[in-house]
């Protein structure tokens, strides 16, 4: 599926060198966002000298107020990471990452995660090279503190553990300002490539640490986090995959409690879905400590899976996909969850024809409801290549989503849906898009919704066949 390559090739780059919603008595928001038009992310031309762009991570504190970033190019073959803030509903102009020209002599750098703790206080995580655009790469992290971006620097600790030379943060959740925790993989000279997770509290990043029990799940010691997400400071969970005693894939959950990291287990549930050894943890969110949801995919079978007071249930297959795939390989590429037992989950199948076509799913008070095909994308995506790469719940039953789809011409093209009050909307090609998009591609990568109806998202667009281009998008009620 396109989604486990996207991250799979993450990973392998690190280690080489409608139903009524909302819990019981919650009130019924009624709120209905309007997308607008998507532009360039303002600035980016005047850094891009290379002639391409990429946004990556959108995250936003509160309605109209995000930041986002990503890569650019400075000439061609090398790249810098930038990033840009949205203030009252505007973006402002993009920059290169304070301080990161300094670390990435290798002038080959990128964010690949942020997270934002509340409005103008975010972190974000990426790598960078050292030395030339083949040698070493190191993870660095940066904090954003009342609206301006500090200096970047490498993940504290990460260069006694990273002797191998091949690091990057992979994901990074902020429950609020100052208080953080990421996660991604490093290399040793041994040639293992394991985990590891690190803490922010109160602005400051402590050492970082290989993710406790995963050397003995994964004798080899190969695995990666691949998302964390903080309901509170100092209590997160985070998922992702190992490489088993005789080299299969299994997923793993790991949950840090009061600032603590506990130990890593498989997936419950996922070594009787996964017969072919390949199973990961692709989303993870939690709305409250010791209550997340999770998913991603385990032999070829979409599930999701919950945690309940500290503890994690068993993983089961989406209800209703098999109905949509007969048989054929689905997988979970996004969770969001606005409160405890109601979270919304896409991704992708396999349709009969070969297709590949999306889906989303809804859970109510802790219950998952019944698999359905996006509304509109089958009408959309002619050329049968689709992949939904972000949820965002900005509140219970009300969600956005986006990711691409292939038309009737074998381009690939943005889109966004909206879920209001627990039914999904029709997707549509972003709004703007076509204008911006001469070249003919292009892809949502990242969406973040604050609140019901207030979303931001962006990826990139074609300028022509060689040069790509960021955009940014926003919904607003």
Same mark, same amino acid.
């Given at each position: 599926?396109?989604?486990?390559?996207?991250?799979?090739?993450?990973?392998?780059?690190?280690?080489?060198?409608?139903?009524?919603?909302?819990?019981?008595?919650?009130?019924?928001?009624?709120?209905?966002?309007?997308?607008?038009?998507?532009?360039?992310?303002?600035?980016? &031309?005047?850094?891009?000298?290379?002639?391409?762009?990429?946004?990556?991570?959108?995250?936003c504190g509160s309605a109209g107020n995000c930041s986002a970033g990503g890569h650019y190019n400075i000439t061609s073959g090398q790249e810098q990471a930038f990033v840009v803030n949205q203030a009252n509903g505007t973006w402002g102009t993009a920059h290169q990452v304070p301080g990161l020209a300094a670390l990435n002599t290798g002038r080959f750098a990128?964010?690949?995660?942020?997270?934002?703790?509340?409005?103008?206080?975010?972190?974000?995580?990426?790598?960078?090279?050292? $030395?030339?655009?083949?040698?070493?790469?190191?993870?660095?992290?940066?904090?954003?503190?009342?609206?301006?971006?500090?200096?970047?620097?490498?993940?504290?600790?990460?260069?006694?553990?990273?002797?191998?030379?091949? &690091?990057?943060?992979?994901?990074?959740?902020?429950?609020?300002?100052?208080?953080?925790?990421?996660?991604?993989?490093?290399?040793?000279? !041994?040639?293992?490539?394991?985990?590891?997770?690190?803490?922010?509290?109160?602005?400051? %990043?402590?050492?970082?640490?290989?993710?406790?029990?995963?050397?003995?799940?994964?004798?080899?010691?190969?695995?990666?986090?691949?998302?964390?997400?903080?309901?509170?400071?100092?209590?997160?969970?985070?998922?992702?995959?190992?490489?088993?005693?005789?080299?299969?894939?299994?997923?793993?959950?790991?949950?840090?409690?009061?600032?603590? %990291?506990?130990?890593?287990?498989?997936?419950?549930?996922?070594?009787?879905?996964? /017969?072919?050894?390949?199973?990961?943890?692709?989303?993870?969110?939690? /709305?409250? /400590?010791?209550?997340?949801?999770?998913?991603?995919?385990?032999?070829? $079978?979409?599930?999701?899976?919950?945690?309940?007071?500290?503890?994690?249930?068993?993983?089961?297959?989406?209800?209703?996909?098999?109905?949509?795939?007969?048989?054929?390989?689905?997988?979970?590429?996004?969770?969001?969850?606005?409160?405890?037992?109601?979270?919304?989950?896409?991704?992708?199948?396999?349709?009969?024809?070969?297709?590949?076509?999306?889906?989303?799913?809804?859970?109510?008070?802790?219950?998952?409801?019944?698999?359905?095909?996006?509304?509109?994308?089958?009408?959309?995506?002619?050329?049968?290549?689709?992949?939904?790469?972000?949820?965002?719940?900005?509140?219970?039953?009300?969600?956005?989503?986006?990711?691409?789809? *292939?038309?009737?011409?074998?381009?690939?093209?943005?889109?966004?849906?909206?879920?209001?009050?627990?039914?999904? $909307?029709?997707? *549509?090609?972003?709004?703007?898009?076509?204008?911006?998009?001469?070249?003919?591609? #292009?892809?949502? #990568?990242?969406? #973040?919704?604050?609140?019901?109806?207030?979303? !931001?998202?962006?990826?990139?667009?074609?300028?022509?066949?060689?040069?790509?281009?960021?955009?940014?998008?926003?919904?607003?009620?």
């Open positions: 599926m396109t989604r486990y390559f996207t991250l799979m090739a993450a990973a392998v780059a690190a280690l080489l060198p409608g139903a009524s919603l909302a819990a019981a008595g919650a009130a019924t928001v009624t709120v209905s966002g309007t997308w607008g038009t998507a532009e360039e992310v303002p600035g980016i &031309a005047v850094l891009d000298h290379g002639g391409s762009s990429d946004l990556l991570a959108v995250a990128g964010i690949e995660t942020l997270s934002c703790g509340a409005a103008g206080n975010c972190a974000a995580g990426g790598f960078y090279h050292q $030395h030339s655009s083949s040698g070493p790469f190191q993870a660095f992290v940066v904090n954003e503190k009342r609206g301006t971006w500090g200096t970047a620097k490498e993940v504290p600790g990460l260069a006694a553990l990273n002797t191998g030379g091949g &690091a990057m943060v992979l994901s990074v959740s902020c429950a609020s300002a100052g208080n953080c925790s990421a996660g991604g993989n490093y290399a040793t000279s !041994s040639g293992s490539s394991p985990a590891f997770v690190v803490s922010e509290t109160n602005g400051t %990043w402590s050492t970082a640490q290989e993710v406790p029990g995963l050397a003995a799940l994964s004798p080899g010691q190969r695995a990666t986090i691949f998302s964390m997400s903080c309901a509170s400071p100092g209590n997160c969970a985070a998922g992702g995959v190992y490489r088993d005693s005789v080299n299969r894939e299994q997923a793993f959950v790991v949950s840090q409690v009061n600032g603590t %990291w506990g130990t890593a287990e498989q997936v419950p549930g996922t070594a009787a879905l996964n /017969p072919r050894g390949r199973a990961l943890v692709s989303s993870v969110s939690c /709305p409250a /400590p010791g209550k997340c949801g999770a998913g991603g995919l385990a032999g070829g $079978h979409a599930y999701v899976v919950n945690e309940t007071n500290g503890t994690w249930g068993t993983a089961e297959e989406v209800p209703g996909i098999a109905a949509l795939n007969n048989g054929l390989p689905a997988e979970v590429d996004s969770v969001s969850c606005a409160a405890a037992g109601s979270c919304s989950a896409g991704g992708s199948y396999i349709h009969g024809a070969g297709k590949i076509e999306l889906f989303v799913a809804t859970e109510t008070n802790g219950t998952w409801g019944t698999a359905q095909e996006v509304p509109g994308t089958a009408a959309l995506n002619q050329g049968g290549n689709a992949e939904l790469n972000s949820v965002s719940c900005g509140a219970a039953g009300n969600c956005g989503a986006g990711g691409f789809y *292939q038309d009737g011409a074998g381009r690939l093209q943005a889109f966004v849906a909206s879920q209001v009050n627990g039914t999904w $909307h029709t997707a *549509q090609r972003v709004p703007g898009i076509a204008a911006l998009n001469p070249g003919g591609n #292009s892809l949502l #990568s990242s969406m #973040s919704c604050a609140a019901a109806g207030n979303c !931001s998202a962006g990826g990139n667009f074609a300028v022509n066949t060689a040069h790509q281009q960021a955009f940014v998008v926003s919904e607003t009620t």
